[in-house]
């Protein structure tokens, strides 16, 4: 049942690149995106005038993804929320809005209250849900299915990449819609997304190993810092749970520019800090902060994409993805930090798919 793999866990961040496909061809139609399943109209999408996205742990960071590139392609203002924060907050929602919840399992306690909190308050609501039948599937006014097939390691992998291209297709079509893409832009980002799964195997293929000898000289770390901006600090969230829940290492993630607003002081000799650079325009910003950290002792991993070997001046471990449309960045630089995690976790001989204390499914609050 784990076709040949030791973990669900591995298992299911092998299964990436066809979780992947299969959801973006499931609203691709004739080479464009088509929401007709989903059940938003043109229309639909022209009323939008404020998205919140609402869900709880790695949903939660999907969202904090999504809100940089649907602001960037759509033009739309996003607000990401915890869903255990909105459902007990008094929100004051713009009565056409669009609350998106996202939800892997579609049952989680307090991602459902805030979908009933939505619907009380009138807002149209969209599921991005990857189990049929659930919960949030059917209390949602729309839901987009997410095709990662059954997750069983309680740490998500497959169906946290799916969410993501829910969210890029939505984006897409959304900038496309309200005549913020034209027509070249919109199909040449329909192509990048359509490269995403073979370059996720090919991280796969590529990076495993040097990531297993990586994460076996670290597995006594007690602390690591996951640094980033714009996407890459969500990238950051990410990667820096994926760690924490299976391998038991304190981890954070922190904006890169608020580390000399307090965080800076814990970095000591030999602290580990991973850096994620895949946006051109920050990676200057994010290097310098690497350089402080440095310059305290830390000893720093590098996740940047081909090309910017200069890191190396900085950083000790360098881990590169191939290039892709920045907005897309989180697919790739994801993968290598479920690795990470998921070897961490294996060289200190933990139970990489039932981590301590956590259940798959948080079906109370
Ligand atoms: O089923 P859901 O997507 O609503 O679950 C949300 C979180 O409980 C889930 O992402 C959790 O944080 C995972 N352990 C992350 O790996």
Redesign the pocket.
Known sequence: EKAGFEHFMMKEIHEQPKAVRDTLNSVLKDGAIDLSEVGLTDEDIQKISQIYIV?????YHVGMAAQYVIEDLARIPVRVELASEFRYRNPILDPNGLVII????G??AD?LAALRESKKHGLRTLGIVNVVGSSIAREADNVFYTLAGPEIS???TK?YSTQLIAAYALAIQFGKVRGELDEEKYQELITELQTIPDKISKILEDDRERIQWFAAKQANAKDAFFIGRGIDYAISMEGS??MK?VSYVHTEAYAAGELKHGTISLIEEGTLVIGILTQNHLYEKTISNMVECKSRGAYLMGLTTFGHYNIEDTADFTVYIPKTDEHFATSLAVIPLQLLGYYVSVAKGLDVDKPRN?AK??TVE
């Open positions: 869900a709880c742990g790695s949903a996202v939800s892997q399992s049952e989680t991602s309680v740490a998500t169906a749970l994926k829940e956590l499914s948080v």
